[in-house]
């Protein structure tokens, strides 16, 4: 029995050092340490053997199986080494060469020109409000002191949309921010200073200068003693923080519905330096806003009696903003989705 057991055991280590798989190693695990192997075998069968022999072959039997069974521990760990490193081989990497960079978005130059201005007139006490894209007939015109026969309607080409009237009339895309402004006046209480982007629509064919889908940036106050002072001295330093102090600006009369006087705010062209070119069509100047006094109707039908508080009030095209500010002509740039223009911004 001593002599099948040694017999036993040099052929298990003959055959283990030729395995070069799991799958022959689990095989032959399987045949010299499963239930039915020959030395499970013998150790079930040492009932029949006197005590002498039982404690000799049971002791040889043990000491073979725990050889074994540490043998072939060694060689799966030495079989998963060199599967590792036949697969390192295969893929391998240099972690001495520098990673690949990822790439990074940023915000569209749209974005940073919104949040660049509301964070210079909040800086200077306004807060940002918003409203429906979706307005009433009355905000968007009515409260602004722009009656159903106003020309100025003509200018503003409309998508109304399908709905039936209500109390406030007919409803359209909004085409100018300044109806923001009408619902500010309506709902807060003076003081009030407020900066207000927003998305508009207008019904016109689209070119370099004009979007049927853009964004304004509108601001009002409402406070005692409010005058014209107050007003330019407001843009002229918005001009200055956000187009840098050697653009010179300029402030002369217009006229708009919604105020009383109005005027309008224009910078120095970029391209030019004021001389004159085709950009700023020979002028030396580009309008960038329009402003004003708030007509005392419009605060007459916010419930603000004109004759306690003053206001101003201006709004401006806000892609109007960046292309003024790098000298971009064409607006559409802004959207077209070329990455190539995108990512300089």
């Avoid at 029995?1 to 032959?28: F, H, S, V």
């Avoid at 043998?71 to 520098?98: G, M, N």
């Avoid at 049927?212 to 409402?222: E, L, P, S």
């Avoid at 292309?323 to 002509?329: T, V």
Wanted: hydrophobic residues 35%.
């Amino acid at each position: 029995m001593l002599k099948e057991i040694e017999k036993i055991k040099a052929e298990a280590q003959e055959q283990l050092a030729r395995i070069n798989n799991p799958k022959d190693l689990e095989a032959w695990r399987v045949h010299y340490l499963g239930k039915k192997s020959p030395l499970t075998q013998i150790l079930r069968g040492l009932e029949s053997l006197s005590i002498e022999e039982r404690k000799a072959v049971g002791a040889a039997a043990n000491k073979v199986k725990g050889l074994l069974e540490t043998s072939a521990a060694e060689k799966s760990q030495a079989l998963h080494e060199v599967q590792l490193k036949s697969a390192t081989q295969k893929e391998s990497i240099d972690i001495s060469l520098p990673g690949r960079p990822l790439s990074l978005g940023h915000q569209h130059p749209i974005t940073q020109a919104i949040e660049e201005i509301c964070d210079i007139f909040i800086s200077l006490g306004f807060q940002v409000k918003e409203g429906p894209d979706a307005e009433w007939d009355y905000y968007n015109f009515e409260a602004l002191n722009i009656p159903a026969e106003h020309p100025s309607r003509d200018d503003m080409s409309s998508y109304w949309i399908d709905t039936p009237p209500g109390e406030k009339g007919k409803q359209l895309l909004r085409t100018h921010g300044t109806a923001v402004s009408a619902r500010i006046v309506e709902n807060m209480k003076p003081p009030i200073r407020t900066i207000e982007p927003s998305r508009v629509y207008r019904y016109e064919a689209v070119n370099a200068t004009h979007l049927n889908i853009y964004h304004n940036m509108d601001g009002i106050a409402v406070d005692k003693n409010i005058t014209m002072g107050d007003l330019k001295g407001v843009l002229f330093e918005f001009v200055r923080r956000y187009f840098g102090k050697e653009r010179r600006a300029r402030f002369r009369t217009d006229f708009f519905p919604f105020v009383e006087p109005g005027g309008e705010v224009a910078i120095e062209c970029a391209i030019c330096k004021g001389s004159g070119c085709r950009f700023c069509k020979g002028s030396g100047w580009l309008e960038i806003l329009g402003c004003g006094m708030t007509h005392p109707e419009v605060l007459r039908r916010g419930g603000i009696d004109p004759e306690e508080y003053t206001s101003f009030a201006f709004g401006m095209g806000l892609e109007r903003m960046p292309m003024l500010r790098y000298g971009i002509e064409d607006m559409r740039l802004f959207y077209n989705n070329d990455l190539r223009f995108l990512r300089q911004f």
